[in-house]
Nanobody, 123 residues
């Protein structure tokens, strides 16, 4: 059984940085794609960033240039470095993992999800 656990959320001020971590355990070998999504109150869950085992990372336009996604395949981990945070970045951030083909920005691509970690940015 696969377990996905996020950590690193918290309360920060606008302009600050924060680093989220995620570890996915319970499966032999790594995952083809790992990603971050987020969900703000009253809004749908939206794509933030993704990284496959190969190729370039993918970012939502709203975070491009501010956020950086990285992976450690040996540890089945993915990280999200968030810089120049804004109040609009306030949300619960979810880590997701998958071995299926599909669009990296599509929630339906992902089979495994964490419980989420709260990020609150005060203005």
């Amino acid at each position: 059984q696969v377990h996905v656990v996020e950590s690193g959320g918290g309360l920060v001020q606008a302009g600050d940085s924060l680093r989220l971590s995620c570890v996915a355990s319970g499966q032999t070998g790594g995952f083809d794609v790992m990603a971050w999504f987020r969900q703000a109150p009253g809004k749908e869950r939206e794509f933030v960033a993704a990284r496959r085992n190969w190729g370039s990372p993918y970012y939502a336009d709203s975070v491009k240039g501010r956020f950086l996604i990285s992976r450690n395949n040996a540890e089945r981990a993915v990280y999200l470095q968030m810089n120049r945070l804004k109040a609009d970045d306030t949300a619960v951030y979810y880590c997701a993992a998958s071995n299926r083909d599909g669009y990296t920005y599509d929630r339906r691509t992902y089979d495994y999800w964490g419980q989420g970690t709260q990020v609150t940015v005060s203005s």
